[in-house]
């Protein structure tokens, strides 16, 4: 066995390498949670009341934002973690999804149940062309 292995070493690495770039999006997802692409963010926002939780700074924000979304920057989010409604599904965003995984972590653990991750962050939804208010 460890004669083939050997023998076969550049083979091996390409399997392992394949493996590891299909399980990549599983694993991220994980430890991730839940996220939206553009298009499931947009459906949730307009068919199921979706709240728009923007986490960046303020001066981000008022450089412009998501239509409708709510600012409430992820330095001290926990102390106003109440003004996110518990009854409707929260969309996190950021500039892209680091903040925002943390406000998502913050909100489960305080009994959030429809959490999710804009896949993309603010970056994914200007670059997309969608509705941004300046």
């Known amino acids: 066995m460890i004669e083939f ?9 390409v399997i392992l390498f394949s493996g590891a770039f299909l399980l990549e999006p599983v694993v991220r997802k994980r430890t991730m ?54 009854d409707r599904p929260v969309i996190v965003v950021d500039t892209v999804t680091t903040a925002s ?5 913050i909100l489960r653990a305080q009994g959030y149940k429809d959490v999710f991750v804009l896949e993309g962050g603010i970056k994914g939804w200007v670059d997309a062309k969608l509705p941004f208010t300046r």
């Open 5 to 13: 292995l050997l023998d076969n070493i550049v083979l091996v690495a």
């Open 101 to 105: 995984q943390k406000a998502a972590k």
């Open 33 to 86: 949670g839940p996220s939206l692409s553009n298009e499931e963010a947009i459906d949730y926002i307009n068919k199921k009341n979706a709240f728009v939780l923007d986490v960046r700074a303020t001066k981000e924000f008022k450089r412009g934002a998501i239509a409708g979304a709510k600012s409430i920057p992820i330095e001290g989010f926990e102390g106003r973690i109440n003004e996110v409604p518990k």
